[in-house]
């Protein structure tokens, strides 16, 4: 670990001689001239004192690796001090005496030096580990997650008119292994089912009679689904139940024919009111299918709908009134309409589907699932009671009771239990073959039972079998043409080597579809705004007009310190005086200027959802969080959805499970996942379906650690160099000298930076993110906490990252270098709130919820929080 590698944080120091300073630490008195000469003198010996400071300082190490359990409440603490360390030293000494420490420097400086720290990207850095070889998890042709050839939708007895529509509409011909597997089970007919479905359908020539096949006596199962991400689980579901509708309007019914008054027939529960939509979206399609003539059948009775949190609940009500076939929703909000919606009719209810059901439960809706299942078997009762079965239809079609469906990734102790609890008769279906105990299915796909990543057809339902497992030997698998990638870069280098790693992708495949996985919704706010706006350059008239003269003078000085550096020296090795002069032959491609017309710059704008790249020209911008408006994510949703062009998304785990977002080619995880599973279903957003996609991970020198524990649970990314990135993109934009690629990451770097000094909007947000992102970063689970330590992080070399100039202090304590932003009265207030907030405490939620950290106040996007069981 190199020297300064420890938590040392980038702050100034002082000096006993130093000019006399107003509370915003500018001298007074004399003339314009004599002050700014004044200024650029404490500058530069701010400059060189802080880098005695670093030079001397120790290392703290990381915190030892042990009493996990007291390790949560220790980290959190630890973060809390160390936000307060650096934002509210001040408060503690006002001398100006020499310093003693790091520490002392810190608190003695802030309220007084607002400096800027313009360090070079090459310097100083850690030392990048170098990694064991890893062989490639993608050297397979065969794809684990196609389609697979030899069955059909009909030879596994689904409604010939959705097998048609499904092959003309949706170009959907033949199902995935999970979806031969557990339709027919779900259709009513398990007697069909077979290990291999394939087999024994063959090539489903002949359509299937529901009517002759369904015996009257036929016991009907409830169904836990698993498989690997993109396999199509959405309609493994929806088909059986539109089907089982749509065969019951043709069949003989005793008791109402049904229709849309008798209410919800389906409710599919999901994690996310994004995959909610999709549902919803999904059975749309589905039941707007059209119908042979004289077959009997209807289908335009059927009405999906969806209830999720964010919307008005007086148009839920209205629409639940007048009849939702197959609802859609989550769970907070069901359970109100349940308790509270006396028009919410349920007396019909035959299929409940609980999809991503591990991540319902990792969100703590254990009892919220509990009251929903209490509540539907009560109705069910009175139903009875009250109306006696003429209420019901009774179509041969139609499950005689309500089917639960759960869908899961995994098959941990939680998920097992909520199963044993809430399935009737159940059947365990993976993409391999159907257990009828839950045990066995477990055991089965421990590691060393079956086999991992295939090679060829036939392995191909053992690779998803894979992923059922326990709690003690997680192992996980991805689709087998899914390319990993990890690369290790140092804090400093992190955002400049993201903007070579997505303008590398851009120039392979100009209209990649790119997801980008934050931490915190700080952090896509901030990168989604910089990406877009930060490649134009601004006017240095826009700083020469400004009456404050700081704002001047930072913005000479910035490129003085840039020249300071070698790094930064053209290519005849001559520095640049003025920013505002600087060759347009170093300005990355499209970078424009925006001067007097625009002088305040772009802001962020809340209706906005999407934005047009200025740092990657063509390319569209999109993010994605639960704090913003509803209305906003489902646009946002849409729109990435529908996008042809070059697009990144910029999110936090909201949209990490479950979504379809077609043709995404490539994942980006700029910051890791809290747990090994959230990468399986980050990744899981592309290769959908056997389509080729790639994933990169990107990890600190401190995190190496992380790709060991990979390993161990099954994934294997290889590594790539962040040299080989950076040259790359060098290469590509004509940089002919082997050597320049480190001048074209210093320019894109200034380039970011002198955006987030002049735009307050940007950086406001670079601040916030900054902060965030530390918070988040200690939300790690405590089995991960060994690699994602607090306590490991360098907050200055950090702040290069967000694109900073001011030293952590400084943006602890909320102040910026937008001059117009920083007031003595501002000062004092922001102050005031952040000491404030760092009091109240960030909510720091384990594990998996550090997404839901990042989204802010999970409440708001998944409904009423309810505790979290003990034994999860
Ligand atoms: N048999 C099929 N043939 C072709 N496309 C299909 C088939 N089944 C589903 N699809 C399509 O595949 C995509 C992925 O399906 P879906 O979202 O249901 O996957 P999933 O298994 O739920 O994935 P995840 O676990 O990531 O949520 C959808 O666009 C769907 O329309």
Not at 152 to 179: C, N, R, W
Not at 193 to 203: E, F, L, Q, V
Not at 462 to 479: H, K, L, R, Y
Not at 580 to 607: F, I
Request: aromatic share 6%.
């Amino acid at each position: 670990m190199a020297d300064d590698d420890g938590l040392i944080f980038n702050f100034a120091t002082t000096r006993l001689d130093a000019p006399v300073l107003t509370t915003h630490g500018r001298p007074k008195g004399g003339k314009w001239k004599d002050r700014m000469e004044s200024r650029r003198k404490l500058k530069t010996e701010v400059w060189q004192s802080q880098k005695k400071t670093r030079e001397t300082a120790k290392p703290t190490s990381v915190a030892a690796n042990s009493g996990r359990d007291r390790e949560d409440k220790q980290q959190e603490k630890e973060v809390q001090k160390l936000l307060t360390e650096i934002g509210g030293g001040g408060n503690k000494a006002k001398t100006t005496a020499k310093p003693a420490n790091a520490k002392q420097t810190n608190a003695q400086l802030s309220g007084q030096a607002n400096k800027q720290v313009v360090s070079s990207l090459f310097t100083k850095n850690p030392e990048i580990p170098s990694l064991p070889e890893v062989a490639a998890s993608h050297e397979h042709n065969v794809s684990s997650n196609a389609v697979i050839d030899t069955s059909s939708f009909s030879g596994i007895g689904l409604d010939t008119d959705m097998v048609s529509y499904l092959e003309t509409k949706m170009e959907i011909t033949k199902p995935t292994a999970i979806q031969q597997n557990a339709i027919p089970v779900l259709i009513g007919h398990s007697a069909l089912a077979a290990p291999r479905a394939a087999d024994t359908y063959g090539n489903g020539s002949d359509a299937f009679d529901v009517e002759k096949e369904i015996r009257a006596d036929a016991p009907e199962h409830d169904v836990f689904i698993q498989a690997a991400t993109g396999s199509g689980k959405t309609l493994t579901y929806l088909l059986p139940i539109i089907h089982r509708l749509l065969q019951a309007t043709a069949t003989a019914v005793s008791g109402a024919p049904p229709s849309r008054e008798l209410g919800t027939f389906a409710i599919v529960l999901t994690p996310t009111r994004e995959l909610a939509q999709q549902v919803y979206e999904t059975a749309q399609t589905l039941v707007h299918m059209p119908i042979s003539k004289d077959s009997g059948k209807k289908s335009h009775w059927m009405v999906p709908g969806i209830v999720i949190g964010g919307d008005k609940k007086q148009s839920e009500k209205g629409r639940l009134r007048k009849g939702v076939t197959i609802l859609a929703c989550t769970p907070g909000r069901l359970l109100d309409h349940l308790e509270n919606t006396k028009s919410f009719m349920v007396d019909n209810l035959r299929w409940l589907v609980l999809d991503e059901a591990d991540r319902l439960l990792e969100l703590g809706f254990e009892e919220t699932l509990t009251k929903i299942l209490a509540l539907l078997d009560e109705k069910a009762k009175q139903r009875v009671r009250v109306l006696g079965r003429r209420s019901m239809t009774t179509a041969p079609a139609l499950p005689k009771r309500r089917i639960n469906v759960l869908c899961s990734a995994t098959l941990r102790d939680n998920v097992k239990k909520l199963a044993n609890e809430s399935l009737v008769n159940p059947k365990y279906i993976n993409a391999k073959r159907i257990y009828d105990d839950v045990e066995q299915a477990a055991e089965e796909a421990r590691p060393g039972k079956g086999k991992r990543q295939s090679t060829n057809d036939d392995d191909m339902e053992t690779v998803a079998a894979d992923n059922i497992d326990d709690d003690d030997e997680e192992n996980f698998s991805v689709p087998s043409q899914l390319v990993q990638k990890a690369v290790i870069v140092p804090a400093k280098l992190r955002l400049v080597t993201l903007v070579a790693q997505l303008k590398n992708t851009f120039r392979k495949q100009p209209t990649s579809k790119i997801i980008v996985f934050l931490s915190c919704k700080d952090s896509v706010d901030f990168m989604y705004f910089l990406l877009a706006h930060g490649g134009y350059e601004p006017e240095a008239e826009v700083e020469t007009d400004a009456t404050d003269e700081l704002a001047l003078e930072l913005f000479k000085n910035m490129d003085d310190s840039i020249n300071n550096n070698s790094d930064d020296d053209d290519e005849d090795g001559n520095s640049d005086e003025d920013s505002g002069t600087k060759s347009s032959a170093t300005k990355p491609d499209g970078a424009r200027r925006y001067g007097k017309a625009d002088k305040s710059g772009p802001t962020l704008k809340e209706d906005e959802i999407v934005l047009d790249s200025s740092v990657f020209p063509g390319a569209k911008m999109y993010r994605l969080h639960g704090s913003m408006q509803q209305k906003r994510r489902t646009e946002t949703f849409s729109a990435f959805s529908k996008s042809r062009h070059a697009s990144i998304l910029f999110t936090t785990d909201v949209a990490a499970r479950g979504l379809d977002l077609p043709n995404v080619t490539s994942i980006i995880q700029f910051d890791p996942p809290s747990d090994v599973a959230s990468y399986l279903h980050r990744v899981g957003r592309t290769a959908r379906l056997g389509r080729v996609g790639e994933a990169i991970l990107f990890l600190l020198p401190s995190e190496s650690a992380y790709l060991t524990l990979l390993q161990e649970k099954g994934l294997r990314p290889t590594d790539e160099s962040m040299e080989s990135v950076l040259k790359l993109m060098a290469k590509s934009e004509g940089i002919r000298k082997a050597t320049e690629w480190q001048l074209r990451a210093g320019d894109i770097q200034a380039m970011l930076e002198r955006f987030v000094v002049v735009n307050v909007t940007a950086s406001g947000l670079a601040k916030q993110a900054y902060l965030s992102s530390i918070r988040a970063y200690a939300t790690h689970i405590s089995a991960e906490r060994h690699i994602f330590h607090v306590r490991s992080l360098h907050f200055g070399h950090l702040a290069k990252a967000f694109a900073l100039r001011e030293t952590p202090n400084q943006v602890a304590m909320g102040k910026g270098n937008n001059t117009k932003a920083d007031g003595a009265k501002k000062d004092k207030k922001e102050k005031k709130e952040k000491e404030l907030a760092i009091k109240k405490k960030p909510t720091f939620k384990r594990g998996n919820d550090i997404s839901e950290f990042s989204v802010g106040d999970i409440s708001a996007y998944y409904g009423p929080r309810v505790k979290r069981s003990k034994d999860e």
